[in-house]
């Protein structure tokens, strides 16, 4: 199996940090996740697998899904942090869900043709090695199976505070492969890609979810490169989105009484299907 996993993403994410990951970290709009499962034209309960599933942020929003028990016949998860993936069983129980150790390119647990659909949430720009990655997509899925990627990114556009505590948080990233940035997008000019998938199609949906101040703080630090921080830079962080959230340029109130307001936020699918 392929070890190869950022040196950022293997300590940010390792054993101790991913229950705060897991408490602190957005679910997915409904309408996201309804879109990933129409992206097989299959009458038949799917076969999914999910790549980087983390401690099930997405599996549970899956599941949870109204009509599930009719679209799902098995759900193999793959995440190569034991750390996660222990959070992941204590989260996650359902008879049609199994997790395993496994990277992006080398998913050993799943056998050829075997997958109607792959799912990628939050994880595929941590990918070593795009090509590779979309040979073994190709391995595993089913023709006319799909690959779903999806990423939910706070939206620095809508708020001031939401920009300033990008700017505050995005210092620290080290040169590791963000979201953000798009090198995930090389993935599409691979020739494994090209080889077997169709261009990919793009979809976005611009929201707010309730927060407050704790979970801006807490939503921070569970951030990979700000979880690797010493505890004097740690706390610098804190004090800042502290200040940052209390000034509150362009925050929209929930409820004041409470310190409940509004989090800009934008989730983006997509979507690669198999020739």
Request: charged share 25%; hydrophobic share 40%.
């Amino acid at each position: 199996m392929s070890t190869t996993v950022h040196g950022v993403a293997h300590v940010g994410f390792a054993a101790g940090t991913n229950e705060l990951y897991d408490r602190a970290r957005p679910s997915y709009p409904q309408d996201s996740v309804r879109f990933i499962k129409k992206a097989v034209d299959n009458a038949r309960p799917l076969n999914i697998v999910e790549i980087g599933a983390g401690t099930g942020l997405f599996t549970r929003t899956l599941l949870s899904d109204e009509d599930n028990a009719t679209r799902i016949a098995s759900l193999k998860a793959i995440e190569p942090s034991a750390g996660m993936r222990e959070v992941f069983k204590q989260r996650v129980s359902h008879e049609s869900v199994s997790i395993s150790d496994g990277t992006f390119d080398n998913v050993p647990s799943v056998e050829n043709g075997w997958a109607d659909l792959i799912i990628i949430a939050q994880a595929f720009h941590w990918c070593p090695d795009y090509g590779r990655a979309c040979a073994e997509f190709a391995r595993i899925l089913k023709p006319g199976g799909a690959v779903a990627f999806i990423w939910n990114l706070e939206n620095r556009d809508a708020a001031g505070w939401v920009a300033q505590l990008r700017d505050r948080i995005e210092i620290h990233e080290s040169g590791s492969p963000q979201f953000r940035l798009g090198l995930w997008r090389q993935a599409f000019s691979t020739e494994p890609y090209n080889n077997n998938f169709k261009p990919p199609e793009e979809k976005e949906w611009v929201y707010q979810v309730a927060t407050s101040e704790e979970i801006c703080i807490d939503r921070a630090l569970s951030k990979s490169y700000i979880s690797i921080l010493p505890p004097d830079q740690k706390q610098s962080v804190i004090e800042d989105i502290n200040a940052i959230v209390t000034r509150g340029d362009g925050k929209v109130w929930i409820d004041e009484s409470k310190g409940v307001f509004e989090y800009p936020y934008r989730t983006l699918v997509v979507l690669a299907r198999k020739k």
